[in-house]
């Protein structure tokens, strides 16, 4: 069966283009080169990237438990964390979404659940934030499930790290799986108050337009380059933040697409192959490939 789909997959490539015509003379070469074509490309799933001026973003992971830091000269941090369950009396799963840091406090008291001391406390939607707790019983679930009332439980360790390192505004993007919607670092000196849609102003009208530009991701009628939304890393969004979607629901490519011999070829460094083409996470130009 195997045998059989390699020799279809050979067929499609080597055949000639189904339009007339000549085909160009750069015929298709070796996977071993490192040669891509274009075309081939447009079928990958896109991101629709909001952008940070900020030296620091968070992207918390409730699938796995796990927060990262993430820093704009390449750093990548990860702390082991406990969530929100609707398993627990009162509680709630953690939403999902693109925040930003809304209120800091070394001792928050929770009016709600017994009083409870939250330390360290990083609040990012409404009462939902990261915070660490007294005593050491929390500790077993960091990392391997959720068990908080709805916020992001952290080791006193950590809570204390992130506390003193982050500011208000620092954005925090929120997800199960995996988002049609990601983060990525724009250099101060390139923002352009002309060119670019810097976030903020107008919360209502922004989320009704972001909504609006997943719409057109899923349906495969966006057009890159899209202009470029930025967060400037100091505003506070209000509750509950940004949509973020789903990659699920992203169409794989723009129709029509026609792969053929006679498809334009881009030559790749096999070292760049991985980061420029397969990750649009960290891209510093993930809306505007090809």
């Known amino acids: 069966m195997l045998r059989l789909l390699l020799h279809c997959i050979a067929w499609l490539l080597l055949s000639p283009p189904f339009e007339g015509g000549p085909a160009p003379a750069h015929r298709a070469q070796s996977s071993a080169t490192g040669i891509i074509p274009t075309s081939f490309l447009r079928s990958f799933p896109r ?4 952008y940070t001026l900020s030296r620091w973003y968070l992207e918390l992971n409730l699938q796995r438990q796990r927060l990262y830091l993430v820093g ?5 941090q990860e702390f082991k964390v406990s969530s929100g369950t609707r398993w627990v009396a009162g509680g709630i799963e953690t939403p999902t979404g693109l925040f930003t840091l809304q ?5 928050a008291i929770s009016r709600q659940f017994d009083n409870a001391r939250m330390l360290h406390w990083m609040g990012f939607s409404g009462n939902v934030g990261f915070h660490a707790l007294e005593g050491w019983s929390y500790y077993r679930h960091l990392g391997v499930r959720p068990s908080s009332h709805g916020c992001v439980r952290l080791s006193r360790e950590d809570a204390r790290y992130l506390y003193r390192l982050l500011r208000r505004g620092t954005p925090v993007l929120v997800y199960r799986s995996e ?3 990601v983060l990525s670092f724009l250099p101060v000196e390139e923002f352009n108050p002309h060119r670019d849609w810097l976030l903020g102003s107008d919360f209502t009208t922004e989320r009704r337009i972001l909504q609006a530009r997943l719409q057109d991701l899923y349906s495969g009628r966006v057009r890159y380059p899209l202009r470029r939304a ?3 890393g100091s505003t506070v969004l209000p509750s509950p933040g940004y ?3 789903s990659a699920d629901s992203i169409s794989s490519q723009e129709p029509p697409l026609l792969l053929s011999a006679a498809a334009e070829f881009l030559p790749v460094p096999a070292s760049n192959t991985s980061a420029s083409f397969y990750s649009y996470r960290h891209h510093p130009h993930s809306d505007s490939l090809p």
């Open 72 to 76: 704009q000269n390449g750093e990548r």
């Open 243 to 245: 949509p973020i979607g």
């Open 47 to 50: 991101r629709d990237t909001i």
């Open 103 to 107: 209120t800091k406090a070394t001792l």
């Open 230 to 232: 930025v967060l400037d």
């Open 179 to 181: 988002p049609a919607r």
